[in-house]
């Protein structure tokens, strides 16, 4: 076998292999010496089958087995003589059709270019110095919260006999909905509650209960929105036959702990102390992203150093898959931010260096400080994502048990919180009071699939254990969500899935 480096340029390198024919026989030989003692043939005891005989009944199918053993025993050896760390999968070309190779009568070659890991020195942690950006809770948000759940919780009461159904008020109905007369499915339901003007349903379909009575019957016509998710309706004139069984109207809204009781509390107070610990918890997991993000933008700014190609292409390329996934299945052009594709794609190669380098850094930190991700911590998280498919635990376990990367890619946003961790310890961070606009503003430059800020790169070292170079995940910036999480009504529940918009 002979290995010469060919060509070193940057961060790649490429070498000449060549193995000699007589090697891929005898390695060939010894696969069929150690099926001699298993296979069993007619006319033959068993472990007396002629090795002759043997390879002419299976050398041709054992060979290209035998060829890519020894292509990835010979890469191994290769780069673990020199020390290298393929930052991804070395390329293999070979020279040629390989026919003559697998017949045993022709060496064989092959060029290997592989990309390896760049060196570099992190920077001194310690002279990071950092702000961390904290915001009182206003009461005001409490409040506004607090209502919103008294909304969701409010109670209703029987109208009067006879009285019309105005907006705002619950009904209760059965309907079977029909298309060209005859009944389609998931357009049916009995004892289904709504509240009209919530627009829980198709447009059209509370507007024609408005008025309704108790005991009455009406028929309903409305139209499938032509962007309606199932495409057999989509477009689709239909007809209602709506049974009104009751009609109630909504009761004032009192702020007690009778409306506590309701949610779970015991008082008011506890209501609004709950409230309260749920609106800081949020506020501390903001100012935790944006302590990240600028951490992150220090580690950026304080390291230049060459990045393996594949990996920013890699990199790049998950993130044009679901621009182009975008353009083609939900309308998003890239002219509406006024840039074009070009433009664009520039943009989003520059945010996959960031994320490459960044991934480094944070691994060389990790490793060199011996941080790791234990058993237990990896546990909690596959039960955490085991519970977010309920009733599917069995399937998820053993889809991770069958997946090694997918593990990998559970593990790994818990390394890089550790490491970033590690830095903050380091780090010099002073709080800086912010109003809760800037708590909770965006990075200005953010693009629509920037979120993530850190690539993953995970390998097994010499040493058996994973090293999980960052993680690819995003930062989560949902500036428009309610705090009130856990007591968010279910309203209309069983009202026939067809008939809700």
Partial sequence: MQIQETSAEGLVRQFRVTIPASDLVAALD???????????????????????????????????????????????????????KAAIPPKIDFDG?????????????????????PTFEVTDLKAISLARPVAEVPESDIDEALQRLAEQARTYSPRAEGEAAQDGDQVTIDFVGRIDGKA????????????????????????????AKAGEERLVAVTFPEDYGVETLAGKPAEFTVQVRDVK???????????????????????????????????????????????????????????????VEAEFGLIWRQVQHDIEHHGYDPADEGKSEEELKAEYRRISERRVRLGLVLAEVGQANAITVTQDELSRALSDEVRRYPGQAERIYEYYRRQPEALAQLRAPIFEEKVVDFILELADVREETVSKEELFKDPEDELPYAHG???????????????????DHGHDHDHGHDHDHDHDGDHGHGAGDEAKG
């Fill in 249 to 311: 109207k909504p009761d004032d809204i009192v702020l007690d702990d009778e409306l506590a009781k309701r949610l779970g509390l015991d008082s008011l107070a506890k209501l609004k102390e709950t409230l309260g610990e749920r609106f800081k918890a949020d506020f501390t997991r903001q100012s935790r992203a944006q302590l990240k993000r600028r951490l992150l933008d220090a580690l950026d700014e304080r390291h230049s150093f060459d990045l393996p190609p594949g990996m």
């Fill in 453 to 471: 800020e850190v690539h993953h790169h995970h390998h097994d070292d010499d040493d058996g254990h994973d090293h999980d170079h960052g993680h």
């Fill in 97 to 117: 059709e390989l026919d003559e190779v697998v017949k045993g009568e022709s060496d064989l070659s092959y060029t290997m270019s592989v990309e390896v890991m």
């Fill in 30 to 84: 010894a696969r069929l010496s150690d099926l001699k003692e298993r296979v069993q043939l007619k006319g033959f005891r068993k472990g007396k089958v002629p090795l002759s005989f043997l390879k002419k009944a299976y050398g041709k199918g054992l060979m290209p087995e035998v060829i890519e053993e020894t292509v990835n025993a010979t890469t191994q050896k290769a780069l673990s003589e020199r020390d290298i």
């Fill in 184 to 211: 389609f499915d998931g357009g049916t339901a009995e004892g289904a509650s709504l509240v009209l003007g919530q627009g829980r349903f198709i447009p059209g379909f509370e507007d024609g209960l408005l008025g």
